[in-house]
């Protein structure tokens, strides 16, 4: 396993105490800053995360995923002013729920430290747990992404991404809520820089199609929705149609 001593793991987390140790642990092994943001679990996912090694910011109220990205960029910020050497470090996000497969992100880290992508994005194998939604959030996040950019994403939902610190601060504020990851894509590639999508073998727990799986999916669909009419009208606004 390559190693590379300048990323920091973000991870947010609600309710996912079953999985959250394990995967701090074989986070761990990639990084010495291990950032766990506790989205208002009302379980004991911030302790474990804690016992298992995490530096942990909890929330008593959810703050929602992209939230939950920024607040775990700027813990690793206050972490490394305290360090030796002050270097601001690249930003690896991984779900709460990888469990001992987190440390397959080495895959996504390489090309971001040796400057070959500013970006990575995981793509996932099939899942060995059942469920799975029916590809409508899949489709529109991929084809508003290809549409707006140009790219073709295979997983445009994954939320497993390496990126370096200078293009993270390049497209803040993240767009709120499920559409934080199509928006990165989009936002990353119009400040100018490289994406690269990258096989991993990471394994999750896969959304079910109970009521409760279909109402997440519906607020997907909706925060995708509006992140790329947001990006389409920013994009109309800095190119105008002369008359």
């Not at 060995?128 to 549409?147: I, N």
């Not at 994954?158 to 993240?174: E, K, N, Y």
């Not at 079910?208 to 606004?237: K, N, P, T, W």
């Amino acid at each position: 396993m390559p190693a590379c001593t300048d990323v920091a793991v973000i991870i947010p987390a609600r309710n996912e105490e079953l999985r959250i140790a394990a995967t701090v642990t074989a986070a761990a092994s990639l990084s010495d800053i291990v950032v766990v943001v506790d989205d208002a679990s009302n379980d004991k996912t911030a302790h474990l995360a804690r016992e298992a090694g995490a530096v942990v910011v909890s929330r008593s109220r959810s703050i929602g995923k992209a939230a939950a990205m920024m607040t775990g960029a700027r813990a690793v910020a206050e972490v490394e002013k305290r360090s030796p050497s002050g270097t601001p470090r690249h930003l690896l996000f991984l779900d709460a729920d990888l469990e001992h497969t987190a440390s397959e992100a080495w895959k996504l880290v390489v090309p971001v430290c040796d400057g070959t992508a500013d970006m990575t994005i995981a793509v996932l194998p099939a899942q060995r747990t059942a469920g799975g939604g029916h590809g409508l959030v899949v489709r529109l996040a991929r084809s508003g992404v290809t549409s707006l950019t140009g790219f073709t994403s295979i997983q445009p939902l994954s939320g497993m991404r390496c990126i370096s610190r200078q293009a993270f601060d390049a497209v803040q504020p993240l767009a709120r809520g499920w559409g934080v990851e199509t928006a990165l894509t989009i936002d990353v590639l119009r400040k100018g820089y490289k994406i690269a999508e990258v096989p991993t073998d990471f394994h999750h727990r896969v959304t079910d199609r109970s009521f409760g799986a279909q109402v997440h999916r519906a607020e997907q669909f909706r925060d995708v929705a509006i992140a790329l009419m947001i990006r389409y009208l920013r994009g109309r606004s800095a190119n105008p149609v002369s008359g």
